[in-house]
């Protein structure tokens, strides 16, 4: 069985900081993906950022970077410069064809 | 792209009625799955398609729950006989072509409030 861990319910930043959300996981697969999804207030959810488990390098997408650990089965989300819309609850998730999520972290950007 | 889109947004229904909820993925995307989301939690599996065939289901979805994509396209989810505890968040995903992983897209969900 997969399972996904996100031990921070809430976090808080200012706007312009950075912040770092945490996600473990455990899995047998060698071959596997692992997602940031963002869920706003109005629910919809929006990938944020991929890394493919057979990836040494580390995925980026402008503001959005993470940190890969596989021995480690870590993977945390790096949000640099944050901003107001950043504010929400935020995912780790682990998969192939079904995706295993964790209970998320709450993220509020304050002004 | 107009993206994965879900209807009904909202439904409220009364214990032991039946419930029928539709998803039209993006279009092209072969791929189309259903999620169920209570409050405060992560999104739980309940089932994929990859075009008409029904490949995988968890053991979430009981025998009241039933999903079907009769040509590929779109899907429908339909909970016969609901209970209070399936209020939550039905959220729907499609993804391009099999094989390696692809990114699931997900829909805005429909939310069921069963009184």
């Known amino acids: 069985a997969q399972t996904v861990t996100q031990s921070q319910p809430e976090m808080s930043v200012q706007e312009a900081e950075t912040v770092t959300l945490s996600c473990t996981y455990d899995?047998?697969?060698?071959?596997?993906?692992l997602f940031w999804y963002k869920q706003p207030p109005s629910r919809q959810m929006i990938l944020v950022i991929r890394?493919?488990?057979?990836?040494?390098q580390n995925a980026t997408e402008n503001r959005f970077s993470v940190n890969f650990q596989k021995a480690a089965k870590s993977f945390s989300l790096k949000i640099s410069d944050s901003q107001l819309g950043d504010t929400a609850m935020y995912f780790c998730a682990l998969g192939g064809s079904r995706l295993t999520f964790g209970e998320g972290t709450q993220l509020t950007v304050n002004p | 792209d107009t993206g994965v889109s879900q209807n009904p947004r909202h439904k409220i229904t009364k214990r032991g009625q039946n419930v029928t909820f539709r998803c039209d993925p993006i279009s092209e995307h072969n791929r189309l799955y259903w999620y169920r989301q209570t409050l405060g939690q992560g999104p739980e599996f309940l089932t994929y398609?990859?075009?008409?065939?029904?490949?995988?289901k968890s053991r979430l979805l009981s025998d009241r729950f039933s999903a079907e994509r009769p040509k590929g396209s779109f899907s429908t989810l339909e909970i016969q006989r609901t209970e209070q505890g399936d209020s939550a968040m039905y959220l729907c995903a499609s993804s391009p072509l099999a094989g390696r992983q692809e990114t699931q897209y997900f829909g805005p969900g429909t939310r069921l409030l069963v009184l």
């Open positions: 890394q493919e488990a057979y990836k040494q």
């Open positions: 899995t047998s697969e060698n071959n596997y993906y």
């Open positions: 398609f990859q075009n008409e065939a029904q490949l995988e």
